[in-house]
């Protein structure tokens, strides 16, 4: 079960700091994504972070958004800077690469 929180309106510029809580059993042992579903489009991959801390982007975020976890809190975080229009979708966690039941997700709009 994952719930995701924090999107709010923001203008462009701003930052915004999602969570993710996950609940369930050894989760310190799986890697675990962030994803996006922009208007009219499909869900897209945003970052990943391994069990180990390991962290990879999707180019159009990398150096803006910043992915990290709390093994202890079953919690899973992203961190979006310098946040443009195109940014405005919902936002997911999931395990990454194999997805489960998805969340309902957070909303994020950035004003222009």
């Known amino acids: 079960h994952l719930v995701e929180s924090g999107g709010r309106l923001v203008q462009a510029g701003g930052s915004l700091r999602l969570s993710c809580a996950a609940s369930?059993?050894?989760?310190?042992?799986?890697?675990m994504g962030w994803y996006r579903q922009a208007p009219g489009k499909g869900r897209e991959f945003v970052a990943t972070i391994s069990w180990y801390n390991s962290t990879y982007y999707e180019d159009s975020v990398r150096g803006r958004f910043t992915v990290s976890r709390d093994n202890a809190k079953n919690a899973v975080f992203l961190q979006m800077n310098s946040l443009k229009p195109e940014d405005t979708a919902i936002y997911y966690c999931n395990k990454y690469p194999n997805a489960v039941a998805w969340g309902r997700g957070t909303q994020v709009i950035v004003s222009s």
């Open positions: 369930g059993r050894a989760f310190d042992t799986y890697d």
